[in-house]
């Protein structure tokens, strides 16, 4: 596979050929932010964090979606991309509840961390605290949509690599919910192996296991690496 | 094809789907094309006909409800019933409203309106008023409104919004 050299916020690094700008950033020590992108998955552009400015086109691309070329030049933090996530970040903040006092992954979440590495202190949007449900119908697992940012992870995960595709999004626009099987309580989920690999990439606290207290509620995603290594290389890394 | 038999033996509409889906081969890719069959003959899209789509394309339940609730022509109820408000303000009551209401309820055999008594609208030149399917009729007769009943029944009693 050959090699291609960028430039990505002043530096030069390399990358293999049909990397993202995303992947070959992040290999190299430059961590853009994101939320819907998830090492192991396949990538779908829905977020919108990671978008960067590339020399010479006038939209912004997301990283995860853009794949390097020779002698790109990338910038992934300037203040017109910060002011964007910030934004961002304020409109997934308003459009359900994203009250962290009260959530099992207080201190662990991934959009709780993104709003304080920029900055996000208070939400300019008018909140729209829609009452959502609670699905508790699973044994070990809860799903509370008011938390879920619609990143879509859990649906690929379940399909791409426990392969039950238990979740989908039905809907759409502000009306968008993920779903088990035809919308029936995750409990009832013919297809659900009770895995909980959903419940380990979901960045928020939308999906979590029952029983959990705030301390101990982590999630791990390492595992991912593991598994599709093992699965795409038959390499069981330790 | 004799319809008694048939109606016996199997429900049509069931074989006509199956027809529709083995002209597309059976494929996952003609989902929305299957969906849109399956409304035509049914008339909305109830759960056990998505879980049979489901089965027969060999998709995932929850990805055929997430494209079928993607699209807005789709529905997963029976089409709404029909209604008819008949005006009994001073004027339309004067005008005949409660002949026309009696003219309504007459025909609602199966009981499959909603048929409800209006107050005054403030259209009392136009007496009497019945916004049927929710569009308003004005200087009503009750000729008029038994040929548009008739209008309604001949179209097979399709909701007001039916293949929208
Ligand atoms: S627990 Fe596993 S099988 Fe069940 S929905 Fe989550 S990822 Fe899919
Ligand atoms: S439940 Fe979690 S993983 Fe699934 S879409 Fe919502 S936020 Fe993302
Ligand atoms: S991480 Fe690229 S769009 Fe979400
Ligand atoms: S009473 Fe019917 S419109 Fe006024």
Same mark, same amino acid.
């Given at each position: ?49 990671? $978008? ?52 099992? $992954? ?25 009452? $959502? ?90 595992? $991912? ?14 | ?164």
């Amino acid at each position: 596979m050959s090699v291609r050299t960028l430039e990505v916020d002043g530096k030069m690094i390399t990358a293999l050929e049909g990397q993202t700008i995303f992947s070959a950033a992040w290999d190299s020590g430059i961590h853009i932010p994101r939320l819907c992108h998830l090492g192991g998955l396949s990538d779908v552009g829905a977020c919108r964090l990671c $978008l960067v400015e590339i020399e010479g086109q006038k939209r912004l691309q997301p990283s995860c979606m853009t794949k390097v070329a020779e002698d790109m030049v990338v910038r992934t933090n300037t203040p017109a991309l910060r002011a964007h996530r910030r934004l961002i970040v304020e409109l997934l903040l308003a459009e359900r509840n994203h009250v962290c006092s009260v959530c099992v $992954l207080n201190g662990a979440c991934e959009l709780q961390d993104l709003a304080a590495q920029l900055g996000v202190d208070h939400v300019r949007l008018r909140p729209q605290y829609p009452k $959502l449900e609670v699905d508790l119908s699973h044994d070990r697992f809860g799903l509370d949509h008011n938390r879920c940012i619609l990143c879509t992870r859990c649906v690929r995960v379940c399909d791409e690599v426990e392969g039950a595709h238990t979740w989908d999004v039905a809907g759409r626009g502000k009306n968008s919910r993920v779903i088990t099987d035809l919308g029936e309580p995750w409990g009832e989920s013919a297809s659900c192996t009770s895995c909980g690999k959903c419940v380990q990439v979901c960045p928020t606290g939308a999906l979590f296991s029952k029983g959990k207290t705030v301390a101990d509620m982590r999630k791990d995603r390492g595992f $991912l690496r593991y598994i599709v290594t093992a699965r795409e290389k038959k390499l069981w890394i330790a | 094809m004799s319809l008694d038999n048939a109606a016996q033996m199997t429900d049509p509409r069931e074989e006509a789907l199956e027809r529709a889906m083995a002209r597309y081969q059976y494929s996952g890719d003609a989902l929305i094309e299957v969906l849109h069959a399956a409304q035509q003959l049914y008339g909305y899209l109830s759960a056990p006909l998505l879980r049979k789509i489901a089965r027969r394309l060999m998709l995932p339940p929850s990805r055929v409800l997430g494209v079928a609730t993607f699209y807005h022509l789709f529905r997963f109820a029976p089409a709404q019933h029909h209604s008819a408000v008949v005006c009994l303000g001073t004027a339309c009551y004067a005008a005949g409203g409660t002949d026309l209401m009696a003219t309504l309820r007459r025909q609602d055999g199966d009981g499959g309106w909603t048929i409800e008594a209006g107050r005054c609208v403030g259209s009392c030149g136009l007496a009497p008023i019945v916004i049927y399917d929710g569009k308003p009729m004005s200087k009503v007769t009750r000729a008029q409104l038994e040929a548009r009943i008739k209008e309604t029944h001949d179209s097979g009693n399709t909701a007001p919004d039916a293949g929208r």
